[in-house]
């Protein structure tokens, strides 16, 4: 392989009347190469204008998620040889207003996030030193936990692309990993945030955010148990 081809989503908001891409050429300089390094190739040594975001490197932080040769992914887990092409296609993440280049306003995502209220809401004042889980209980809330806030699901969802209100698959994620936790006492509460018009039922089980979720995590799935849950709740008021 004497280099790769890269064709990278380039839109400065301020400047120009319409996105293009531009395409470097990046030779394969170490074994593993990942897509965020080559990005880096191309900011310290083609275009230094180039904007993108990343952090940690290592899968934690979330902030590198981006669409890659046709799938969202996170830049900095995904090596080149891996997409199996000589031609690297990178865009911004979906749904989520541009920035600059791949950097795109995040705002809107947290903003679902903090809605669905990400905290324990116990229902007993604070004891001496901690409320204790048992490990069957601290199966219900695992994998979940493992959620980055990448965004990776909300921008392959169809239904955020449709409506920007809808909570998305993320919130809704975390919505369910709070109801499922045992020391956790704001069951109605929760339902009710979820239980709307763009809420649950607004999901049409394409299971797209399920598909691209670099933890593997299941968000569909989530979505669902809210669903059941709600339904539990008016129908039998359990
Ligand atoms: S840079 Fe943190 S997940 Fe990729």
């Given at each position: 392989?004497?280099?790769?081809?890269?064709?990278?989503?380039?839109?400065?908001?301020?400047a120009?009347?319409?996105?293009?891409?531009?395409?470097?050429r990046?030779?394969?300089?170490?074994?593993?190469?990942?897509?965020l390094?080559?990005l880096?190739?191309?900011?310290?040594?083609?275009d230094?204008?180039?904007a993108f975001?990343?952090?940690c490197r290592?899968?934690?932080?979330?902030s590198c998620?981006?669409?890659?040769n046709?799938?969202?992914?996170?830049?900095?887990?995904?090596?080149?040889?891996?997409?199996?092409?000589?031609?690297?296609?990178v865009?911004?993440?979906?749904?989520?207003?541009?920035?600059?280049?791949?950097?795109?306003?995040?705002?809107p995502?947290?903003?679902?996030?903090?809605?669905?209220?990400p905290?324990?809401m116990?229902?007993s004042?604070p004891?001496?030193?901690?409320?204790?889980?048992?490990?069957?209980?601290?199966?219900?809330?695992?994998?979940?936990?493992?959620?980055?806030?990448?965004?990776?699901?909300?921008?392959?969802?169809?239904v955020?692309?449709?409506?920007?209100?809808?909570?998305?698959?993320?919130?809704l994620?975390?919505?369910?990993?709070?109801v499922?936790?045992?020391r956790?006492?704001?069951?109605?509460?929760?339902?009710?945030?979820v239980?709307?018009?763009?809420?649950?039922?607004?999901?049409?089980?394409?299971f797209?955010?399920?598909?691209?979720?670099?933890?593997?995590?299941?968000?569909t799935?989530?979505?669902?148990?809210?669903?059941?849950?709600?339904?539990?709740?008016?129908?039998?008021?359990?």
């Amino acid at each position: 392989m004497a280099e790769y081809i890269f064709e990278v989503f380039r839109f400065d908001p301020d400047a120009d009347s319409k996105p293009r891409f531009d395409i470097f050429r990046v030779p394969p300089f170490k074994k593993g190469l990942t897509v965020l390094e080559a990005l880096f190739y191309v900011q310290e040594k083609l275009d230094g204008s180039l904007a993108f975001r990343s952090s940690c490197r290592e899968g934690a932080c979330g902030s590198c998620a981006m669409h890659i040769n046709g799938k969202y992914r996170l830049s900095c887990e995904t090596q080149v040889k891996d997409l199996f092409s000589d031609k690297v296609v990178v865009q911004p993440l979906g749904h989520l207003r541009v920035l600059r280049d791949l950097v795109v306003d995040m705002e809107p995502f947290f903003a679902k996030y903090k809605y669905i209220m990400p905290f324990l809401m116990p229902g007993s004042p604070p004891p001496e030193r901690e409320r204790p889980q048992t490990v069957g209980d601290q199966m219900k809330v695992l994998p979940s936990v493992d959620c980055i806030l990448c965004a990776c699901c909300h921008a392959s969802c169809t239904v955020t692309g449709t409506d920007p209100e809808y909570l998305g698959p993320a919130a809704l994620l975390w919505a369910d990993r709070f109801v499922r936790d045992s020391r956790d006492d704001a069951l109605d509460e929760r339902l009710r945030l979820v239980d709307q018009l763009h809420g649950i039922w607004r999901c049409h089980t394409i299971f797209s955010c399920q598909e691209v979720c670099p933890k593997d995590l299941d968000p569909t799935g989530a979505i669902a148990d809210l669903k059941r849950r709600a339904l539990r709740r008016k129908l039998l008021g359990q």
